[in-house]
């Protein structure tokens, strides 16, 4: 009896107990891919929408060079793992030919309507060693049963008309819109009998939304997760869309929550999300999508990068361009690592467990670790180098598959003899990047500051980056003054006005030049006279509010009057009133443009916050020649998605309209709670 009593104890010993919510072998395979590819496509690549109303003419959608080998290509030479498509946007438009809608590319011009957009992706994936995803948005504005009991047995007919036809699916993307239908009524989703469909046909395939429950929104559409972030969630009593937990909470997650659901970090390599011409300058840079990666794969999360394909059905070539740049810096950052020079020690680790070894953390094996006692919630892990060392990247993954544990940590370098503290930060999780300037030393150390339960971490690694030198900034003031900035150290700027590519011999920035009646301003930043090059940024500018006034307001909250939407700078707003008496839509602004001017259109930007931003989402614009006689509005509608994607939003009319004063009506807002509106600025088009 005593042997047996021996014999348990000794085996008890060598266990790590799980710790809380725990990822399923799915999710585990899912948090290893870390970077694929979103693909927005369908009749808004042809009308300039981000969301459709239901109403197109099915025929407009004709990418007649369509080649989803090219995307799949794309994709695995970006480095990226898998392809998640738009099946189904929320204008109901199907890239397969659905016998549950009459709205989908067999009514379409393309290919004489005998084509499918999944069967060809599924079978390029397949071909490039990709996984393949689906996006079906519950939310239908064409079909005529939306808004009806009816409608979500309707739309579980489509998921198991996809889920059935195409191969594994490894992730179905489902988001929360529930808007008006044709007949102007919303349902009341059924997520459960949508789930077990999903999982009916595809067992394996992890479901994207608010609330998981495979993995979870991140909050916002900027691509960055909390630098706290948890891959537990509390779920009871949430559900996707409106009944979602707070932005804030999707951000971070829970501490201790119910659930294993990580977050996701949707963002766009342009502005919107579907193919626009008028965007093709606007290709983020190689240091936008860098802090984008440190941002979501840094921090335990996962990036899906928004690629839309143009109209003729390809990845445009400076989106392509741009993620192959991406890629060669990520590998030349993570080629390295610095860590397996080191000796590797630990100041406690568990023992009788032959799988707990310090060396784990260095064997570039995520499956394997070193671990604590059972009563020890901190410890320290020190690399010590023969020669001195130069870094800026720090790479830390726990072992998730026994639960996310680590609470905050530090790290230390020894410098001029002495430990100092070079960073500190919170959640591990998957992984976590830390970076910083370079740090020179012979010794590093990890300190574990505090635990939910000992610390399992299976990866320590260090990385030198190289330098990447800052895409310039472009702005321009009230009066139509350009400047030119850049935060990479002393790089001279160049520029051009007449639309080609700045070069080194181009014009070089010396200060803020006049630029009142607009024009197109390109910029690089240059070093090592001429030898290092920035990536080119693009600004177009219409004509500058100098002499423009407001004239009328629906009142305004304190320090916030109509003057700042209209000051140049974005960063300043007019808020409304936000009193409880006078804090309800409508609001309207008032501009004085103070010379009579054929206007082609307009532009608003909102405040770049998810909440409490005032977003404007209905709205009139109207043009008057006397500031009191206003007619028609030359032009309304909604700013779609703009409470999660709050970018510049342009407005172009359908015919030109000619006047001296503008008004701006906001008839509801993005947010329902937020009964008030805001403007950073508001601009006029006159090209």
Known sequence: MAGLCSTLAT???????????????????????????????????????????????????????????????????????????????????????????????????????????????????????????????????????????????????????????YGPVFEQWFDGANGEGPNGKKP????????????????NAIIFSDVGPGCRWVGNEDGIAGTTNWATLNVAGFTPGKGAPAQSVLNEGNMNGEKWIPAECDVSIRPGWFYSASTNYKVKSVQHLLDIYYGSVGRNSNMLLNVPVDRRGLIYSTD???????????????????????????????????????????????????????NELKGSIRLTFAAPVVFNRVVLQEYIALGQRVKSFSVEALIDGAFKEIAT?????????????????????????????????????????????????????????????????????????????????SPKYTGPFPL?????????????????????????????????????TDGHAKGFDGEKAIDGDPETFWNSSVKPDTA?????????????????????????????????????????????????PVAQGDFANIANNPVTQTVRFNNPAKGRFIRLVAVAPANEKEQWASVAELGVLTK
Request: some cysteine; aromatic content about 12%; proline content about 5%.
């Open 584 to 632: 309800k839509y409508p609001h309207e602004i008032q501009v004085d443009l103070s010379d009579v001017l054929t206007l082609t259109g307009f532009t608003y930007t909102p405040r770049h916050l998810v909440t409490q931003s005032g977003a404007i989402y209905k709205y009139a614009f109207y043009v008057s020649a006397d500031g009191k006689h206003w007619g028609d």
């Open 320 to 374: 392509s361009i741009r993620l192959m740049e991406f890629r060669r810096f990520r590998e030349a950052t993570f080629k390295n690592n610095l860590a397996l020079k080191a000796k590797v020690t630990a100041t406690v680790t568990r023992k009788n467990n032959t799988k707990v070894n310090v060396r784990n953390l260095i064997d570039g094996n995520n499956k394997t670790y070193w671990a604590t006692p059972d």
């Open 425 to 505: 930060a919170t959640t591990i999780g998957h992984k976590r990047i830390l970076s910083f300037p370079d740090v020179t030393t012979t010794q590093v150390r990890i300190n574990i500051l505090d635990a939910l339960a000992c610390p399992v971490i299976s990866e320590v690694q260090l990385y030198k980056a190289p330098g990447l030198l800052a895409v310039p900034v472009i702005s321009r003031d009230k009066q139509g003054n350009v400047s030119i900035t850049c935060s990479s150290h002393d790089p001279e700027l160049h520029y051009t006005l007449d639309g080609t590519e700045p070069k080194f011999t």
């Open 11 to 165: 085996a008890h010993a060598q266990e790590i107990a799980p710790y809380g919510a725990l990822p399923s072998k799915a999710q585990l395979a899912w948090q290893d891919m870390e970077y694929y590819m979103f693909i927005h496509l369908g009749p808004n690549t042809f009308t300039d929408n981000e969301w459709g109303h239901g109403d197109e003419d099915p025929k407009v959608f004709n990418p007649s060079q369509l080649d989803a080998r090219q995307w799949a290509r794309t994709a695995k030479l970006a480095g990226m793992k898998a392809i998640i498509i738009t099946a189904k946007h929320h204008d109901g438009f199907c890239l397969w030919p659905s016998k549950y809608s009459t709205h989908t590319v067999r009514e379409s011009a393309w290919k004489n309507g005998k084509g499918d957009v999944l069967k060809e992706l599924s079978v390029a994936c397949k071909e490039y060693g990709l996984k393949f995803g689906v996006y079906l948005s519950p939310w239908d504005r064409n079909h005529p049963a939306y808004g009806t009991p009816e409608y979500n047995q309707v739309f579980s007919n489509t998921l198991n008309e996809v889920l059935s036809s």
């Open 516 to 552: 009142p009646d607009g024009g197109i301003v390109k910029a690089k930043a240059f070093l090592d006279k001429g030898k290092q090059a920035s990536a080119m940024i693009t600004t177009i500018f219409d004509i500058a509010p100098a002499k423009w006034k407001v004239t009328h």
């Open 188 to 203: 009341v989703y059924d997520w459960d009998l949508f789930h077990n469909t999903v999982y009916k046909n595809q067992p």
